[in-house]
């Protein structure tokens, strides 16, 4: 408002409103009464569970959509009055950027420049300047579409930036991107800021993210639920924070969610062998009844922004749950002792090119098993060919006795498969999506109703059955994905990147349904960018370029984190030093390095 100072905001925000029709019957509201401030020169987050309004807001702040109610001032200027006049002084990267697969990476930094106006001398300082902040410099004259995941999304940026913008809007640019490539991209974020003085809205689903942020703003259902510096949502969580040690004969995941399903447990995630959870409050984490079941004292430690969010959303009147556990109808049989996944010295080629390179591991029967590796190291060949969709060149790989090599398509009776992107019909509502699959994998008559039945109450569907799928959040997606990939009781279960974008109440969801199927005897593969979660795994491969790296339990992989960092080595410390040890030997001159 004219009353209110300003000066120092590049966003400013009052009472803003914007509903949207999700079906011909029924709307929502995507802000409901937002008022923010973003400082000029600082990096704010933007965080919020799936639906929360956050890109909606960055696409008002942009002049892409029209409030329906209250004042939006970007850089002072009103957007609703002059959209233009701001889109001058911005640039925004949205999620799904719009690079030319099919161009260089060269012709698309000139496309940009010339959608934008760049002069050819604004070009020749600014170009050098994006290639080295980037690390493209070596790349220009290579195709969009070969580039990495991590590649991709630095090329996305550099567009974004051919010219330099008063402000940044951002929206999830790490989403699908491995540990060491969002390294690398909070590295050119955090040189926007601090040498370029650019200041910076970024939206993200990783709350460590947001706790390296000078401000965080948590939306909820298009509220704010706080704004502010991240140590004060931290502090939400201050004294109700703790590790335990699980006790013997309980695995981490397995006594997360117990901890889960006690009442006065506001949120728990397995952490280096142990289980962090926080408590409402009322009730002393040495006397909650699942704290007691593990024999084990709790230890009390300093809380982090990802505590405090949770905190925030049981406050919030909408307590953090995790799903209830599935129950599967016919579960697969005990294990036996074999192997029910089985692969050795697997190798795929495309052409020149081997994009699988000689992979051995074996995987037995209700165990989770974890594929990590930076973008483009062969995870997702390695999927398609485990589960049939693509012939190995050479190696041994059978699935449940199975022999892939020579009956793909009687081994696909037994899998389940969750594609990296959601790969449903987006155009068909959750209802047909179920009849579709259902149908697809020989479902008939009362049998396939039964099934639609299940998947509907046991995924929390019935709300959304009659909306498209393309219509509905990432935690329903995801759901629904997964339930179409349950239809037909499979043994096995192979999932990419399956929590990819979503946040973390609906990783929470999935974890907990996929810890409930390995107990029920069902057998998973699951590839993640999200470290963290390799703690749910009984047992994790790191590849890089084709290669297995090193694999074994996640306590034996923490051991080639580097030391002496002052805190318990992580999951994505290991991994970050095994991936840079091998490209560093990769790198050395013939005969060692000097």
């Not at 987050?45 to 939006?72: C, H, I, Q």
């Not at 149908?439 to 008939?444: D, V």
């Not at 959304?464 to 043994?491: C, D, F, N, T």
């Amino acid at each position: 408002m004219a009353s209110e100072n300003t000066a120092g905001l590049v966003l400013h925000g009052r009472d803003l409103r914007k509903r949207f029709r999700r079906s011909p019957t029924e709307t929502v509201d995507a802000l409901a009464g937002v008022s923010i401030d973003v400082a000029r020169g600082e990096l704010t987050a933007l965080v919020g569970p799936d639906g929360a309004g956050k890109t909606t807001l960055l696409r008002l702040a942009t002049g892409l959509l029209d409030a329906d109610a209250g004042e939006l001032r970007v850089l002072g200027v009103d957007v609703a009055a002059d959209p233009q006049q701001v889109q001058s002084r911005i640039s925004y990267m949205p999620q799904r950027f719009g690079l030319y697969e099919d161009l260089t990476v060269q012709e698309n930094l000139d496309l940009y420049a010339d959608l934008h106006g760049v002069t050819s001398e604004q070009r020749q300082r600014r170009f050098p300047e994006l290639m080295d902040m980037t690390g493209l410099g070596r790349f220009t004259a290579r195709l969009a579409g070969r580039l990495s995941g991590g590649m991709k999304q630095k090329l996305g940026l550099a567009c974004t930036l051919v010219r330099t913008p008063e402000l940044l809007l951002l929206d999830e640019p790490t989403v699908g991107v491995d540990p060491l490539s969002r390294r690398e991209l909070w590295a050119i974020i955090g040189q926007l800021v601090h040498d370029e003085h650019i200041s910076v809205l970024v939206s993200t689903s990783y709350l460590d993210e947001a706790e390296a942020c000078a401000r965080a703003i948590v939306l909820h259902r298009g509220q704010v639920l706080a704004q502010g510096r991240p140590d004060e949502v931290s502090a939400l969580a201050q004294g109700r924070t703790f590790l335990v040690d699980p006790g013997a004969g309980q695995t981490a995941r397995g006594f997360q969610a117990r901890l889960l399903d006690d009442p006065s447990v506001i949120d728990a995630v397995p952490e280096g062998g142990r289980v962090r959870f926080v408590m409402q409050g009322e009730v002393s984490a040495a006397e909650s009844t699942a704290a007691k079941a593990s024999g084990n004292a709790p230890e009390a430690i300093a809380p982090r922004f990802e505590d405090g969010f949770m905190v925030l959303l049981h406050q919030a009147h909408d307590e953090p749950r995790a799903a209830a556990m599935l129950q599967l109808e016919n579960p697969p049989p005990a294990d036996d002792g074999h192997p029910v996944i089985e692969v050795h010295d697997l190798v795929r080629q495309f052409g020149p090119f081997t994009a699988v390179d000689h992979v051995t591991f074996e995987v037995r029967r209700s165990q989770i098993f974890g594929l990590l590796g930076p973008n483009g190291a062969g995870k997702t060949t390695t999927f398609r060919m485990l589960c049939g969709l693509l012939p190995a060149t050479s190696g041994t790989l059978r699935v449940a006795g199975v022999d892939l090599r020579v009956a793909r398509a009687s081994a696909r009776q037994s899998l389940g498969y969750v594609a990296q992107k959601f790969s449903l019909y987006g155009q068909l509502t959750v209802s047909a999506n179920l009849d579709f699959f259902a149908s697809a994998y020989g479902l008939r008559g009362r049998r396939k109703r039964e099934r639609i039945g299940w998947a509907m109450d046991q995924f929390e569907l019935r709300s959304m059955a009659h909306v498209a799928s393309g219509q509905i959040p990432g935690g329903y997606k995801q759901r629904l994905a997964m339930a179409a990939a349950l239809l037909h009781e499979p043994e096995t279960l192979f999932l990419d990147e399956p929590t990819s974008g979503v946040d973390p109440l609906a990783r929470r969801e999935f974890w907990r349904r996929i810890t409930s199927l390995a107990e029920q005897g069902v057998t998973v593969i699951v590839t993640t960018h999200f470290m963290e979660e390799a703690e749910y795994c009984d047992r994790v491969a790191i590849m890089d370029s084709g290669r297995v790296l090193a694999q074994g339990t996640p306590a034996e992989i923490r051991r080639h984190a580097p030391s002496g960092q002052g805190r318990p080595p992580t999951m994505e410390d290991a991994f970050i030093a095994i991936v840079e040890k091998s490209r560093e030997r990769e790198a050395a001159p013939a005969g060692g390095a000097a």
